[in-house]
């Protein structure tokens, strides 16, 4: 027997395509809000359709949107949505009177806006919704978007993302095991050699977590067997790196260790193709530098610059902003510590129209480096076109 969906709940219980399902099958008419932290859409359901949606995320603006897919600029998005609020109008007519959209093109970009709103929201499984019935609509275009045809697309999204998920996490696994034998406690942890105690706990209980053969079901007996080899590695570090004794005799002997050591063949070759690369990226051939800093990565993925210079290379082309993002993340999460990273993952989400999410990371990049001159520069301008 299934059970009732309530007019309120978490998404820890429910997920979106059950309550979609669930109010299409009532033929409900009202609002759907969801919320989580700071975040909160509202989806307008009549008749069987989503007829309107609304999000206060920056990322859901029309004109986020439609910087994220190249059809205008930055400076054009500020600019109209400067004006949206001086003159009071919608972004999108702006957008037509400035003759950075087409007419034509409007009503179909704003019903894209509005199911990339909807279809976000099959990926939460954190938050809470509120349905309430009969609610009076605001003065809004209606735009209809099949309930039903709505839920199949979010499902395939879905399954979608949860394949790649699943596949990028294989590599993950892969990679780490492959070199589990040369990382030291402090990288394989994510922490520099002056940690302490609570980082130390901290980034010990986020490996195990992420490793422990026991959170991944659906894996093979292969990817469990290295999960288990990894996860022996990880407590033999914190285990280590937590009583004060063995971690000054393991520091003693990790200080002698460095110099001794030798780069592997796989490491020779790995700066050979980040050479390669760089001298490509200077000419101008940012698809060229990218296929050889990605054979670096490949070769020897846990050097945070080879991931931070393949970001370079993909945010200077088309339509490669998301695995940008992904990849300066890596980086990140190996070198935590470097502020020039942050502030490359800024202007990133300043190319995007993102500007909130910039000021954040160029705030972080201060923090690492207060002397970070490009970081101060570009969280001025922020602050100067609010």
Avoid at 129 to 147: A, R
Avoid at 260 to 279: C, L, M, Q
Avoid at 352 to 380: I, V
Wanted: proline share 3%; glycine share 6%; net charge positive.
């Amino acid at each position: 027997m299934k059970k009732e969906i309530p007019a309120s709940g978490s998404f820890k219980n429910y997920n979106l395509n059950q309550i979609l399902a669930h109010l299409n099958k009532q033929q409900k008419r009202g609002i759907l809000t969801v919320t989580d932290k700071d975040v909160r859409k509202n989806i307008y359901i009549e008749d069987g359709y989503i007829i309107f949606a609304s999000s206060n995320k920056e990322e859901d603006r029309l004109g986020t949107l439609l910087v994220k897919e190249g059809k205008i600029t930055p400076e054009q998005c500020d600019k109209s949505l400067k004006l949206s609020k001086e003159i009071g109008k919608r972004q999108g007519l702006t957008l037509v009177e400035l003759g950075y959209l087409a007419p034509k093109d409007l009503f179909n970009e704003l019903k894209h806006q509005m199911k990339e709103m909807v279809l976000s929201l099959f990926m939460r499984e954190d938050g809470m919704f509120s349905f309430e019935e009969n609610h009076s609509f605001p003065e809004i275009v209606k735009i209809k978007i099949n309930i039903d045809s709505i839920i199949r697309e979010g499902l395939i999204r879905k399954e979608m993302k949860k394949r790649e998920q699943d596949r990028l996490y294989i590599q993950k696994v892969n990679e780490l095991h492959e070199n589990i034998h040369d990382i030291n406690h402090y990288d394989l942890l994510g922490i520099n050699i002056k940690a302490s105690f609570e980082e130390i706990k901290k980034a010990y209980l986020k490996m195990a977590k992420t490793y422990h053969p026991d959170s991944h079901h659906n894996v093979s007996g292969d990817i469990k067997d290295k999960l288990t080899t990894i996860l022996s590695y990880i407590n033999k570090a914190f285990q280590t790196l937590s009583e004060k004794a063995q971690r000054e005799e393991y520091n003693a002997h990790l200080l002698k260790k460095v110099p001794k050591k030798t780069p592997s063949n796989e490491g020779i070759k790995a700066e050979e193709h980040f050479k390669r690369g760089i001298g490509e990226y200077n000419g101008g051939n940012f698809w060229g530098a990218s296929d050889f800093f990605r054979l670096a990565t490949r070769m020897v993925p846990q050097k945070a610059t080879y991931w931070a210079y393949l970001s370079l290379a993909l945010s200077r082309m088309p339509r490669r902003t998301k695995e940008a993002e992904e990849t300066i993340l890596t980086a990140i999460e190996l070198e935590p510590h470097n502020a020039n990273y942050y502030v490359h993952l800024g202007m990133i989400y300043l190319h995007s129209g993102l500007n909130k999410r910039a000021e954040h990371q160029f705030q972080t990049a201060l923090k690492w480096d207060p002397t970070n001159e490009k970081a101060r520069r570009e969280r001025e301008k922020l602050k100067g076109n609010k």
